[in-house]
């Protein structure tokens, strides 16, 4: 391969058979070289290939001025949460937490880590991220020599949810109030503590994440169970009820209401944390 551009001494650019553009790191890769000489290929360390040119660039700017160490410790990070989690990650995580987890360390270094007002909630409400965020705070202590505060695994977490909606970072933290408040009226409603181990706790939790993303991407489902609909809200009365006091509250805070498919699987969701196991 041809060097395409000399980003550092550690990172070039290139391109593929097919012409997708190929960001290629390796300590000294690219050191006396220039645009036009092949790369040593005994040098390369790590290939990305990112599709979105947009968050290519961005990615290229970013590793400009960034330690190689930090950027094979947010690779090993984010390879991990794919594994663990399996799901696909959007490539901005490469642009989004390289970047939080350079000025982290910074602020760190100079004594002024800040407190994560979201923690208690992105424990509970998004627990394998969680653990993810934990099991980067240990890579980067064991690779780096670096201890960062708990707090960090909580930010951590929010960039691999909000690489797997797809959002930015002010919609999940919007989401993750609404997922919070929601679960507070079933909770009050019903006068209940809900099993947050149990899997329609976690179908419920999901269910909400994705109806935070059409709440404030402002799309919403189309009504296709009307009669679904008025059987479930006459068998699950109660539920039912629960689920007017959550369209009352999105009334009033988000100036939206919602439409009989989204208040028939909110009522379906209710019903079945509410009851069982």
Not at 54 to 67: M, Q, W
Not at 148 to 153: N, Y
Not at 157 to 179: D, F, S
Not at 181 to 201: A, M, P, R
Request: net charge negative.
């Amino acid at each position: 391969m041809i060097i395409s551009k000399v980003i550092n001494n550690n990172v070039v650019s290139a391109y593929d058979d097919e012409q997708h553009e190929l960001v290629i790191m390796g300590r000294g890769i690219a050191f006396q070289k220039k645009s036009g000489d092949p790369i040593d290929e005994e040098r390369i360390e790590k290939v990305f290939s990112i599709q979105n040119k947009d968050i290519s660039e961005k990615f290229k700017t970013l590793l400009y001025d960034i330690p190689i160490e930090y950027m094979q410790v947010c690779e090993a990070i984010i390879d991990h949460a794919r594994k663990t989690l399996n799901k696909n990650l959007n490539d901005s995580i490469y642009v989004t937490l390289t970047d939080h987890i350079t000025f982290a360390i910074e602020r760190h270094q100079k004594g002024m880590d800040i407190k994560n007002a979201l923690l208690w909630e992105i424990k509970r409400l998004y627990k394998d991220e969680f653990v993810c965020g934990l099991e980067a705070i240990r890579i980067i202590h064991d690779k780096l020599n670096i201890q960062l505060p708990e707090d960090e695994a909580g930010f951590i977490a929010m960039h691999i949810v909000n690489a797997e909606l797809n959002e930015e970072m002010p919609n999940v933290i919007q989401i993750t109030k609404l997922i919070q408040d929601i679960l507070n009226i079933v909770k009050y409603h019903f006068q209940i503590d809900l099993d947050e181990e149990s899997l329609n706790y976690f179908r419920f939790v999901t269910h909400l994440k994705f109806f935070g993303q059409r709440l404030f991407n402002e799309t919403q489902m189309e009504n296709q169970n009307e009669f679904l609909y008025e059987v479930v809200k006459e068998k699950n009365t109660t539920a039912f009820q629960c689920a007017e006091k959550i369209n009352d509250y999105v009334q009033k805070e988000y100036n939206r209401s919602l439409i009989e498919d989204e208040m028939l699987y909110l009522t379906l969701h209710i019903d079945r944390v509410v009851k069982r196991k």
